[in-house]
């Protein structure tokens, strides 16, 4: 089994920023893409950003120029340094990673959760 424990959600200001964490741990071989999603009250759950093992960049258009992802394979974790933030970004942030099992399964697994509020 694989685990993703994420850090780094928190109370902001308007403008202010916020870095979320992610790293996986348990039965990996190796990952492919891992993604940043979020959920606001009352809406779908979205993409925010995504990043290849190859660190192919993808964001949504709400996010982009605001927010940057990363990742790093030795640590098997992806980061999502969040500048501008503004009270439409208030959202339960998840980590989701597809990966590639011991036995060569290709699996995905989401977060917990982690909450950020954007709020004066």
């Known amino acids: 089994q694989v685990q993703l424990v994420e850090s780094g959600g928190g109370l902001v200001q308007p403008g202010g920023s916020l870095r979320l964490s992610c790293a996986a741990s348990?039965?990996?071989?190796?990952?492919?893409?891992m993604a940043w999603y979020r959920q606001a009250p009352g809406k779908e759950r979205e993409l925010v950003a995504g990043i290849s093992r190859g660190d192919n960049t993808n964001y949504g258009t709400s996010v982009k120029g605001r927010f940057s992802i990363s990742r790093d394979n030795a640590k098997n974790a992806v980061y999502l340094q969040m500048n501008s933030l503004e009270p439409e970004d208030t959202a339960v942030y998840y980590c989701?990673?597809?990966?590639?099992?011991?036995?060569?399964?290709?699996?995905?697994?989401w977060g917990q959760g982690t909450l950020v509020t954007v709020s004066s």
């Open positions: 348990g039965s990996i071989f190796s990952i492919n893409t």
């Open positions: 989701n990673v597809e990966y590639i099992n011991r036995s060569y399964r290709i699996l995905k697994v």
